[in-house]
C-alpha cells in the first residue's frame, strides 16, 4: 500500500533533522530528512533554520515520494521504526 501525506512535526536544530509523518491506512508512520538532504535537493543552498518548515513544504513531494519508496522496501530505522532520509536516498532516484 502506499503511504498517504501525514504532517509536519517539527524541525530538532540538535539533530539537523525535520521530523513529519506519514500513514498506511490508519497506522502513522514517523519519518525524518536530514537537512542537509533537503539542501542538496534545492541545489545546495543552506537553509536558515528559521526556515526549515517552509523549506520541507517546498520539497515535500519529493521528500513524501523517497519515504514512501524506502517504506515498499522495509527499510526501516530506529525504535519504535521509523523511515529515515538522507542525501544519498535522493542520489539513487536521479
Do not use: N, W
Not at 498517504?4 to 506519514?22: A, H
Not at 514517523?30 to 517552509?54: F, Y
Not at 517504506?71 to 539513487?92: C, H, M, N, T
Amino acid at each position: 500500500m502506499t503511504l498517504r501525506q501525514g504532517r509536519f512535526i517539527s524541525y530538532e536544530y540538535d539533530r539537523m533533522v525535520v521530523l513529519f509523518s506519514m500513514h498506511d491506512d490508519q497506522k502513522e508512520i514517523h519519518c525524518a530528512i536530514s537537512t542537509s538532504a533537503m539542501d542538496e535537493l534545492e541545489g545546495g543552498a543552506l537553509g536558515r533554520a528559521g526556515h526549515r518548515e517552509t523549506q520541507f513544504m517546498r520539497l515535500r513531494e519529493r521528500i513524501e515520494a523517497c519515504a514512501d519508496g524506502k517504506y515498499q522496501a522495509k527499510e526501516f530505522e530506529g525504535a519504535p521504526p521509523g523511515i529515515v532520509l538522507r542525501s544519498i536516498d535522493f542520489r539513487k532516484q536521479r
